[in-house]
């Protein structure tokens, strides 16, 4: 079935460095791609999308493209700040309304 | 627009019992989807309601359980709670033929 990658263990980085968060799929077809990102207490968000390959998807400064080639959608950004600190999830949905995560990756900017 | 809202917000129970989430939609989105998540198992997906009908399912006992109502507001029930329901149960909802789905704030369930 659908399944998705993301890298192991918390990112920490301090703030204004360089954000890379990696993420791989398997899926048959044309899946859609998504990174949520989740705030302690809270539900997730959605932060980005891209629905076929080479689309490019941004927002708040981050951004992630969609590579068939490699399987991957890549999440960057190229200053983090505290308020970024956060657990992100890749996604994807093959056209079924069902979404399958990743493990998701803590990351926590420091000061 | 208002988001989706999901209520209660925590909810502690004892094994054994049953509870009963509730979801609403946001407004004109007619397919809503619930996962559990937890610290070992991460996200996962539990069924999908649209026009009333469940879509698809999730890899879940009978336990678990929905219904969605003609107003597109949903509810989830579990029954005979085991300590391995304690979870975060979201609620997304979706419009037709759109892909992408928009969260709730979540309900923590706490079984004792």
């Known amino acids: 079935g659908d399944s998705v990658t993301q890298m192991e263990g918390p990112v920490t980085l301090s703030e204004e460095a360089f954000l890379t968060i990696n993420c791989t799929y398997t899926?048959?077809?044309?899946?859609?791609l998504f990174w949520y990102v989740q705030y302690p207490g809270e539900g997730l968000q959605l932060l980005l999308k891209?629905?076929?390959?080479?689309d490019k998807g941004s927002n708040k400064g981050f951004e992630a493209t969609y590579r068939k080639e490699t399987t991957s959608f890549h999440l960057e950004k190229g200053s983090v700040q505290v308020s970024d600190s956060a657990v992100y999830f890749c996604?994807?949905?093959?056209?079924?309304?069902?979404?399958?995560f990743g493990k998701g990756n803590q990351v926590v900017v420091i000061p | 627009k208002a988001g989706v809202t999901q209520t209660p917000r925590y909810l502690i129970k004892t094994r054994g019992q049953q509870v009963t989430l509730s979801c609403s939609p946001i407004?004109?989105?007619?397919?809503v989807s619930w996962y559990q998540q937890t610290p070992g198992q991460g996200l996962q997906f539990l069924f999908e309601?649209?026009?009333?009908?469940?879509?698809n399912k999730g890899n879940f006992p009978g336990r678990f359980s929905g219904r969605q109502f003609s107003n597109s507001r949903s509810e989830m029930n579990v029954s005979t709670l085991e300590l391995g329901d304690s979870a975060l149960y979201l609620c997304?909802?979706?419009?037709?033929?759109?892909?992408?789905?928009?969260f709730g704030p979540g309900t923590r369930l706490t079984v004792l």
């Open positions: 996604a994807l949905t093959g056209g079924n309304n069902r979404l399958a």
């Open positions: 997304a909802s979706s419009s037709e033929g759109v892909d992408t789905q928009y």
């Open positions: 407004s004109g989105h007619r397919s």
């Open positions: 309601y649209f026009s009333e009908t469940q879509r």
């Open positions: 891209a629905t076929k390959a080479d």
């Open positions: 899926a048959t077809g044309y899946p859609s």
